[in-house]
């Protein structure tokens, strides 16, 4: 079954990128049908969705962060990337990449186990 | 400020009847946009627990039903085990802040 897996680093400093891979295993990005989200949860909080990409290329960004933020795909590899320019400490949470099944409004129906990011210089 | 409202806490006996409730607005659940629940044992990812307001993944108990009607929607949960404490999540869109929004959560305790 498909699975994923988040990657990067652990620590950033401040003002640096962070930057995030994940792994699509199991099944093939290139296949379509679905959107591939990064989804981050500070600490002690709720879920904020950030942004999604398709196969093709086509994303969509959280507009309080568009600003910031890249998604891009590498479907050789079967990967999807963040990236969050500029980051501060508000920026430090739990980062989880999932698959949309329900063409880009939600239904997250299956979740890479998340990696925990910690800005601080 | 979570476009859709969640209370923070809901609490219930093993064996007890809960319903979590998400109240949204006319720029989401009111126009007719589907509902999402997601489960978060702690320490885990979230889990989807139903998807486009009643349906249930495979896999996922008849213990947990969704519902919709009008700007709110309801998680029902029947039959309360000590497994089910964990924070639930409602999730669906919004003309106005983009395809994917999150209720703040609620924490059930049981």
């Known amino acids: 079954q498909v699975q994923l897996q988040e990657s990067g680093p652990g620590l950033v400093k401040p003002p640096q990128t962070l930057s995030l891979t994940c792994t699509v295993s199991?099944?093939?990005?290139?296949?379509?049908?679905?959107?591939w989200s990064w989804i981050r949860q500070l600490p002690g909080k709720g879920l904020e969705w950030i942004g999604y990409?398709?196969?093709?290329?086509?994303?969509y960004y959280n507009p309080s962060l568009k600003s910031r933020i890249t998604i891009s795909v590498e479907t050789s590899k079967n990967q999807f990337s963040l990236k969050l320019s500029s980051v501060t400490a508000a920026d430090t949470a739990v980062y989880y990449c999932?698959?949309?099944?329900?063409?880009?409004?939600?239904?997250?129906?299956?979740w890479g186990p998340g990696t925990m990011v910690i800005v601080s210089s | 400020q979570s476009v859709l409202t969640q209370p923070p806490s809901v609490s219930g006996a093993p064996g007890q009847r809960v319903t979590i409730p998400c109240t949204g607005s006319?720029?989401?659940?009111?126009?007719?946009?589907?509902v999402y629940w997601y489960q978060q044992l702690p320490g885990t990812a979230p889990k989807l627990l139903i998807y486009?307001?009643?349906n249930r993944p495979s896999g996922v108990p008849d213990r947990f039903s969704g519902s919709k009607s009008g700007t709110s929607a309801s998680l029902a949960i029947t039959g309360l085990q000590a497994e089910d404490e964990a924070d639930y999540y409602c999730?669906?869109?919004?003309?106005?802040?983009?395809?994917?929004?999150f209720g703040g959560g609620t924490k059930l305790t049981v």
């Open positions: 990409i398709y196969y093709s290329g086509v994303t």
């Open positions: 199991g099944g093939s990005i290139s296949s379509g049908g679905y959107y």
């Open positions: 006319s720029s989401n659940l009111g126009s007719g946009y589907d």
């Open positions: 999730q669906s869109y919004d003309s106005s802040l983009g395809p994917v929004v």
């Open positions: 999932a698959r949309d099944s329900s063409g880009g409004s939600g239904s997250f129906d299956i």
């Open positions: 486009a307001n009643i």
